[in-house]
């Protein structure tokens, strides 16, 4: 449903999206999560046609984005990260106007309008302008803009950051409520949480470039069952690497001067052996924090950094 092949958008000198290629089926949820500014918007913003892309190509239903813009765009729904969303009006007149822009018309769109309206919990608010709305009634309103004329491919992004709890909680439902019924979702998030409890797929997201891509499995499986070891302190790097190098199944995954980071399986029953060894090389570990493998210590294994900024 989705192609997306060699994917590149320039602005200026700055690289936001660097050979990016995945593709997305049909009643599947397609994540894409990284951290800020790792070019999660500008890849939906191609796909969308709001943004051209200075290389590479888009599909969506085997129509190329810039070449057939208006036969792909027909089948898109967009939810953007930024609300898009007219503050004066009220919720069903924010609906009709998109609509609208879809052709919808008369009792057709009114039944679908209030039909939305039902699914995200907003019927009882439909006639109060927008600018009443706490920032989850918001989300969930924008979300319904983007299903109102039922795509076949829809297109989250961050839907859910801001909310409160039981708005995240319904939207997260309507998300796999639109999947189960056949739709194409691709999803960005940088909540790893989501990401694991949401997507059938995942393309891992940095610096513009898909780093690891795969099913959840497929993802988890290169983490293996290696624990990742995260060590605060003072350290000597070279005497470290030095010291650990002997050391039979582990991975120093970064070494400086005042952190440390390794990638052992079953490292809890290993850290009285490795902090002899540490110790021995003249570390000065304050602190140790154990992750277990998951999509978390595949990024910092894949990064060196955190997700979360
Ligand atoms: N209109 C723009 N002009 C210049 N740089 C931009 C623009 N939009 C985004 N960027 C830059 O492109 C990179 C990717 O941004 P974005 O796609 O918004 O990331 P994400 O959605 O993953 O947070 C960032 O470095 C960002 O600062
Ligand atoms: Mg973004």
């Not at 302008?129 to 109102?148: D, E, I, T, W």
């Not at 998951?294 to 060196?304: P, Q, V």
Request: proline share 4%.
């Amino acid at each position: 449903m989705i192609e997306v092949e060699g994917l590149r958008k320039e602005y200026g000198d700055l690289v936001a999206v660097d050979g990016v290629s995945f593709t997305a089926e049909a009643g599947a949820i397609y994540g894409l999560l990284g951290p800020n500014g790792a070019g999660k918007s500008t890849t939906i913003g191609c796909l969308s046609g709001l943004l051209e892309p200075t290389a590479g190509s888009v599909r969506v239903l085997g129509r190329d984005v810039v070449g057939e813009a208006l036969a792909a765009r027909e089948s898109l729904g967009v939810v953007p990260q930024e609300l898009a969303l007219y503050e004066d009006l009220s919720a069903s007149e924010n609906l009709a106007y998109w609509g609208g822009a879809y052709r919808m018309r008369g009792g057709e769109l009114r039944a679908r309008v209030a039909q939305v309206l039902e699914e995200v919990g907003l019927a009882d608010r439909a006639k109060e302008p927008v600018k009443r709305f706490s920032g989850g009634m918001k989300r969930r309103l924008n979300f319904a803009c983007g299903v109102l004329h039922r795509p076949q491919v829809l297109l989250l992004d961050e839907p859910t950051v801001g909310i409160d709890p039981q708005s995240r909680v319904r939207l997260i439902e309507l998300v796999r409520e639109q999947a189960a019924g056949g739709t194409c979702v691709l999803y960005t998030t940088h909540y790893m949480e989501e990401a694991e409890s949401l997507c059938d797929r995942l393309g891992i997201i940095d610096g513009g470039k898909l780093i690891a891509e795969g099913t959840l499995a497929e993802l988890r499986g290169k983490v293996g069952e290696r624990d990742l070891l995260r060590l605060a302190g003072v350290f000597d790097p070279e005497r470290v690497r030095a010291a650990l190098e002997g050391v039979e199944d582990l991975d120093v995954v970064q070494a400086d001067a005042e952190l440390v980071m390794l990638a052992v399986p079953g490292a809890s029953k290993r850290l009285p052996s490795l902090f002899a060894v540490l110790t021995e090389a003249g570390a000065d570990v304050r602190e140790t924090t154990m992750t277990q493998p998951s999509l978390e210590s595949l990024f910092i294994e894949l990064t060196g950094k955190e997700l979360r900024e």
